[in-house]
């Protein structure tokens, strides 16, 4: 069952996200006022394939996968969302249904903003467009760095291209522990390899000295090592 936590102030989290960063109170006030809460438990599907998009998500804690699966029953994720991010704006605008599925990671929670609220608030001030475009334009470099990652990089440097983005920002350059929360195979498919070679890859980086590995935890003990690929 999934553990509620304490009730969050939706005004004051949305503020902390960089499209509502700059917004007065009284228009963080609409936002939230068309904004609903989710509380979604671990394997949780939060929105089908098909499914119409009438807003668009945001993650306030756990992780949420999204990917879509072949005729053929063979899964791809093609993101992980983490705490702080979101999903379905292009569509929003686009008015079109998901062409992915959503799903939990773990317990979460998420905030679905109404497309309508969003709308409203686009025709009232340009600054807040421009700051959804920002957002828009960085998925979709996200999304072109995706494809230069699997097209150019050896898988040696995804696995640690992975790891180096799990780091804390704030690390310094003492050792340092990742969690893959995500669970392997999930991990594996977002990297575009078969689980089988991810965790032949972490144990080599293992066996080199590289990392450590505790069950899902990876410790780096010197990140400039990690960083140069040996």
């Known amino acids: 069952m999934n553990r509620r936590h304490p009730p969050i102030k939706i005004q004051a989290f949305l503020a902390n996200l960089p499209m509502f960063s700059e917004m007065r109170g009284e228009e963080l006030d609409r936002i939230a006022a068309n904004t609903l809460p989710l509380h979604v438990d671990k394997g949780q599907t939060v929105v089908h ?48 249904p998901y062409i992915v599925f959503a799903q939990a990671l773990a317990d979460a929670m998420l905030l679905h903003v109404a497309r309508h609220a ?59 522990e990742v969690h893959l929360s995500a669970g392997k195979s999930v991990i594996a498919s977002r990297l575009n390899m078969t689980p089988e070679h991810f965790s032949r890859i972490l144990h080599e980086l293992g066996d080199n000295g590289v990392i450590e590995i505790r069950g899902r935890t990876v410790r780096i003990p010197d990140l400039e090592r990690l960083r140069g690929g040996a």
């Open 118 to 176: 969003v709308l409203e608030e686009l025709a009232r001030d340009p600054g807040f467009a421009h700051r959804m475009l920002s957002g828009l334009s960085r998925r979709l470099h996200g999304l072109v760095r995706d494809v230069e990652t699997y097209s150019l990089r050896s898988s040696h440097e995804r696995v640690i291209g992975y790891l180096l983005a799990e780091v804390p920002e704030d690390a310094d350059g003492s050792p340092v």
């Open 49 to 96: 394939t098909g499914d119409p998009c009438t807003g668009f998500h945001v993650v306030v804690y756990g992780q949420v996968k999204l990917g879509f699966t072949s005729p053929q029953g063979v899964e791809k994720v093609v993101e992980i969302v983490r705490p702080g991010q979101s999903f379905g704006e292009a569509l929003m605008f686009l008015d079109a």
